[in-house]
């Protein structure tokens, strides 16, 4: 282990545990404050069951919706996101930009290099869940809010060790195989499919007792923060964890490096993108060449945002309608409007309304959101961080052709999650017998692809101005949550709801595009604050000292 590999990780990337922590806290008071609202008596009017699922205590207050309902599944997915992150940039990441050659020059071996990685990323799950369990225990006092016996450090507990089973599992991939998006990609494919399942099993009593071979079951199945630490999945999911460090260490240090394997100016002389910018350059530097880069650069993330879009969100989705029939009319007639509102949707007891909470609601615009964001960045902030920007402009290639290229490639990733998205709940339409028209099918992915490109603007705009891929991804995270608990939040208030229309989302979802159809007014709202901010963009890149760091 080193003290300076470690000291050096916590010093880069500090600010990414500490701001999720302090994000996340502010949305649980933002929700907290919300439920103070309204009338403690919605928790009688709910089913037994339901109350059990969500881990509410007996006694307790909608404030404790809040905690089991937010933490224990946005927050557990936020922060398992953040691990799987650190995890696949722990020793891939680095190998593939260069940088873990220059730490193993050093008078340090494999082994004590990638120990000291595992100490960061368990520093940085700390760091936040511990923070975010601190900002739990005060939230209470704070809002004079009655949770009832609660285990906030039970559930706590259960979200860091969650984290920690697919942050190894990103970083045993990644260090086995020298592939950070194949680490990255696997895992949070398994950790998004082992949600979704493990929520859509539970729902139907006849495939309930399956959940327990689903990975999620093992964070939130015994309840938490209802009944306290379960050791018994606690070391489930940490064994778990320990057999993909046992990958790493033994495949890591017996494996070639790629950022060993040829010198540097020979791999710069060999590079394709190079080449192929050689060849554009003699051609007046179109940028045809560097779309096809940055569009091949997520290849894996955006197959698996779309197969996960298209199998397990449509086509699995629609095709259990007709086994959750019966919960779902049960669950309509017992939930108020306005705690539907905080689910994202507005009625279950139709196809529309069931199709609405399950997967355009929240999970629709988290993927599009997700990979337009990273496919921006990488277009702009990306270069400048992987130090290829510069030898992009020593040819005559001007500076608003880097930002049309990354642009390209997000409406590309764009269009083709939407489209995606459309086949399957087309498909889910079909095996569920829903009855739902395909015009307004299409026009609520088109509303998706809509959302998508005003948030494409946003990522384009802070990567642009900035020139960071922290500010560029964590500010359009950061917008993108904040600006939906606003839309949410004001519409629960009636004095208050002409606001919401300050959120991107209350024009993405107000019209209702699946029982109403396509709004091109709300259309084009969204898409013209999109397009008004990629020509701040290319205005900003224009004038913006380039980081052309050697």
Known sequence: MSTAIITLGLRRHWRGPVITAVVLGLLLLLELSVYQGMADDVLTTLPKEYLALLGVPEGASLGSLAYNGFLGSMGALAVGGLAISWGSRA???EEQEGTLSLQLASPLSRTRLLTSKIVVMLLHLAITTLGLWGIGELAPL?????????????????????????????????????????GSGIAAFIMTVSFFLHGLLAAVPDYEDYTEYVPWHFLNGSGPFLNGVEWNHIAILAAGAVVFAIIAYLVFPRRDLRSQSTPLL???????????VAELSSRGGKPT???????SRHVVLGVIVIATMFGLMGALVGGMYPMLDDTISSLADNLTPDLLKLFGATEMSTP??????QTMGMMAPV???LLTTAAANAGIAGLEKRRQIGLLLSHPIARWRIVAAALVSATVWNVLV??????????GNELGEMGISYWKLAAACAMMAALGWLFTGVTLVLAAATGSPGVAVWGTVGIAVISYMVNVSLQLQDDLIDWAKVSPFYWYADNEPLVNGLDWGNFGVLFGVGALLMALAFLAYQRRDLRLRQ
């Open 418 to 427: 939407s489209a995606g998205t459309f086949a399957g709940l087309a498909a």
């Open 289 to 295: 060449g560097i779309i096809g880069k940055q569009i």
């Open 352 to 357: 529309e309304g069931y199709y609405r909470t």
């Open 266 to 276: 020979t791999k710069l002389a060999k590079s394709p993108l190079l080449r192929r």
């Open 142 to 182: 704070l809002l004079d809010i009655e949770i009832g016996e609660a285990h906030i450090g039970a559930l706590m507990l259960h979200v860091a060790v969650n984290a920690c089973f697919y942050g190894f599992m990103a970083m045993g991939i990644g260090a086995a195989t020298g592939r950070p998006g194949l």
């Open 91 to 93: 020793i891939a990441r």
């Open 367 to 369: 993927a599009v959101i």
